[in-house]
C-alpha cells in the first residue's frame, strides 16, 4: 500500500490565517525532571491543515464531532488547477476534463500548487478560488468534502466569506484548507481520509489528511 502525507507539521511560526495567533508548544513536562515528555498546545481551531464544519458559519448547525466518522473518508480526486494565475477563476472546464470521475468521487480536492509557497509571504497572494458554477456543482452533488492547498475556500480580501456561507447554508459538507502534496496523488480516484480532533462543539479541527492507493 502506497500511503502519501497531504498534511503540514504543526509549529510555531508557522503560517495562519490574518489576525490568528500562531500556535504555541509549550514544555509542560519534561525528560530530566519528570521522567516522560508532555507539550502544552495552544492554537485555534482552524490552524495548519484542518476541516471545516457548517457550524464554522452559523450558530445551530452541524458541528464536527456531529459527522459520524464515514465522512472523513472516501474516495478522492484530485483537480489539477496549477495552469492558474493569481485571481483567476477555477471553472467547471477544469472539471470537465476528469469525465464521470468528478461523479464517483466524495471529496475533489483542488491542487494550485500553492502548498510550494507555504511559509512564505506569497501564500497569501490571490489564489484561484472555485466560481459559482462549480460551487453550484458541489451543492448539487452528494459530496462529503471538498479541499484545497491555499489557506481558504474564501480570497483573503472576502471579509465576509462569501464562498463559505453559500457552501454550508444548507449542506452537510466539510471544507479542508492548507493541504499539500496533491500533486502527487495522479488523475484517478483514490482513497483520502482527514480524521479530526473530536472536540465538544467544534467549528474547526486540525487534521492528519492522507491518500493511500492500493
Known sequence: MKVIDLTHTIRENMPVYPGTEPPKLEQANSYERDGFKETKVTMFTHTGTHVDPPAHLYAGRTTLESFSAEQFIGKALVIDCRSLKNGEAITMELLKKYG??????????????????????????????????????????????????????????????????????????????????????GNELFWFGCFPLKLENCDGAPVRAVAWFE
Open 100 to 185: 464521470d470521475r468528478t461523479e464517483k468521487a466524495d471529496f475533489l480536492l483542488f491542487n494550485l500548487g500553492w502548498d510550494k509557497r507555504w511559509g512564505s509571504d506569497s501564500y497569501f497572494d490571490d489564489y484561484p478560488c472555485i466560481d459559482e458554477e462549480v460551487l453550484d456543482h458541489i451543492l448539487k452533488g452528494s459530496y462529503k468534502g471538498i479541499g484545497f492547498d491555499v489557506i481558504g475556500l474564501d480570497p483573503i480580501a472576502d471579509a465576509g466569506l462569501t464562498r463559505h456561507r453559500a457552501l454550508f447554508k444548507d449542506k452537510d459538507i466539510l471544507n479542508i484548507e492548507n493541504l499539500c502534496n496533491l500533486e502527487q496523488c
